[in-house]
């Protein structure tokens, strides 16, 4: 890991010479969020191992397997399988959920299969394990929010210091024994009367917490300049970043805003900016409790309601639209990049031998926009051909 990044370190600084200029380097938040996760200490950490060697149990022989789906469909179990994921280390906390809410079954099929293991009924190893099933779940609950298009760096950078907030608000949940923030332990608590150690599981949510307010510094300094794009009129541009978007006169960019700040005109518009994005909120809020998902890919992203407000600027405020835009150029996550070599691989084929650098871009460009092609106008634009 060190060596890793030494070596982005130094591709950044060969970076920052050959523009000339002073760039801002940030680490992808989606990653920083997942590395944060990752520092619970052995012995929680050894719950996920235990947890993936009984899965693979179950699943290493087709007969194992359709007898336990068999057994489930039997006692009515909410869950008709046990999940299991190679993926990232957040994708594993929908497995611990599954497992959670078959761990009965489990214990009782490994039983007859003469598999048993102890620690399933070790109410320490059983503490540890419903406190992974709830953080993680949280845990993924900012994974989402950080994930898909339109997402503007400045709303990444909110959602994670929120984040930071809950943390507080579980560590102090944890250690007054409420539990309203942890269901799943609070079940396991009030099933078995057990005393749980909460002393040790807050100290794992305060390190967590500390990892969190290191890891995300380079945004955090930003905030200032991320927040231009939102609310110009509030700006302070003594506290904004000019050193890294060249191409934008300091000098200009104050006089443009001194003068938009007095025209009700263009000033209606950023307040109304600031509406619609709660009410786009809102109804992100809406369709996640109730977990319509496909609907929420529906809504209008955050990114292209803020450009269509710079864009209807007119270019008497060039700096600032420029600086605006450079600010929405910027990339809180690489979630992007790596959608693009996903669908690579459904783009491969039998025929992927004829695919040359020009369709293979093409393709992508399909695969990856959200543009809608008016086919009726299209249509009538191409010259008809009649069968003779």
């Not at 050959?18 to 619970?40: K, P, R, S, T």
């Not at 803020?306 to 990339?331: C, E, G, H, Q, T």
Request: hydrophobic fraction near 40%.
């Amino acid at each position: 890991m060190p060596e890793k990044r030494l070596w982005r370190s130094s591709c950044a600084m060969q970076r920052k010479k050959m523009l000339d200029h002073n760039v801002i380097l940030f680490h992808c938040l989606n990653h920083q969020e997942a590395l944060c996760a990752q520092i619970f200490p052995p012995e929680i950490t050894e719950v996920m191992t235990l947890v993936t060697q009984i899965i693979n149990k179950i699943m290493e022989k087709g007969l194992n397997h359709w007898q336990f789906c068999a057994l489930l469909e039997e006692v009515s179990c909410q869950y008709p399988d046990l999940q299991y994921s190679k993926v990232r280390w957040l994708s594993k906390g929908k497995v611990l959920a599954h497992f959670a809410g078959c761990l009965e079954d489990v214990k009782m099929f490994m039983q007859e299969k003469g598999c048993e293991y102890a620690k399933l009924k070790d109410p320490v190893w059983l503490q540890k394990f419903h406190f992974m099933v709830d953080i993680i779940s949280h845990l993924n609950g900012l994974n989402r929010k950080l994930q898909g298009k339109g997402n503007t760096a400045l709303l990444l950078l909110e959602e994670v210091r929120s984040f930071e907030r809950k943390l507080t608000l579980f560590a102090r949940d944890i250690d007054t024994g409420s539990l309203v923030h942890f269901p799943s332990l609070k079940q396991f608590k009030e099933s078995t009367k057990y005393e749980l150690n909460t002393a040790n599981l807050k100290n794992v949510i305060l390190k967590m917490q500390e990892v969190f307010a290191g890891q995300f510094q380079e945004f955090k300094k930003e905030k200032a300049t991320l927040s231009f794009v939102l609310k110009p009129l509030e700006a302070d541009t003594s506290a904004l970043n000019f050193s890294t978007f060249t191409g934008v006169d300091r000098a200009e960019l104050e006089l443009e805003l001194a003068d938009l700040q007095d025209k009700d005109m263009w000033t209606s518009k950023f307040r109304g900016l600031v509406t619609e994005l709660e009410d786009l909120e809102k109804q992100k809020s809406t369709l996640a409790v109730q977990q319509r998902w496909t609907e929420m890919l529906d809504l209008k992203k955050q990114d292209q309601i803020v450009f269509d407000v710079w864009n209807s600027l007119p270019d008497a405020y060039s700096n600032m639209k420029r600086y605006a835009f450079s600010i929405l150029s910027i990339f809180g996550s690489t979630h992007l990049c790596e959608q693009v070599f996903s669908n690579m691989n459904f783009i491969k084929s039998k025929l992927r031998r004829q695919l040359n650098d020009e369709s293979l871009q093409s393709c992508l460009k399909l695969k990856m926009t959200a543009y809608s092609p008016d086919f009726e106008r299209l249509s009538e634009e191409t010259q008809q051909h009649k069968l003779h």
